[in-house]
């Protein structure tokens, strides 16, 4: 089972690097577009869906298939639905999760990440965080 660990600020949390594709341009034997871009994502226990920032969005040239109400717990309001392959690099391999429902959500351009790895795709694994500012992911 492939495995990213690391340290993390715990005022924040454990950031990841992803890549954000494109719908179909992730096959089981590669990435088929020329130039993949990384992201920071936040891994969110407390998110039930990955998010995007309209950014991530923009830069990698996906269109809303629709829109869906993203609940917290004082409101909820209408956001855009992305279908998007994600990869998550493990080492020089990257762990492919093709045709994946994404969500946006509003992120400062200058904070730590423009993605939230939710557990839609945190509990197809296992995820440890300790308290010394240690983290394991794996998928």
Known sequence: ????????????GPIVNIAVLA??????????VPSV???PALIDTGATTTCISGAVASTVGLSPIGMRPMTSATHS???NVYLADLVVP??????GL???????????AAGPYQVLLGRD?????????SFDGHFTFSL
Do not use: H, N
Request: charged share 5%; hydrophobic share 45%; proline share 11%.
């Open 98 to 108: 093709p045709g994946q429902q994404v969500m946006e959500f509003v992120t400062s």
């Open 77 to 79: 309001v209408p956001v």
């Open 23 to 32: 719908p179909g341009s992730w096959t089981p034997s590669g990435i088929t």
């Open 1 to 12: 089972m492939p495995c990213l660990s690391g340290k993390f600020d715990p005022a924040v």
């Open 121 to 129: 795709i945190i509990c197809r694994g296992s995820l440890s965080i």
């Open 37 to 39: 871009v990384l992201f």
């Open 90 to 95: 493990f080492g020089t391999l990257g762990f």
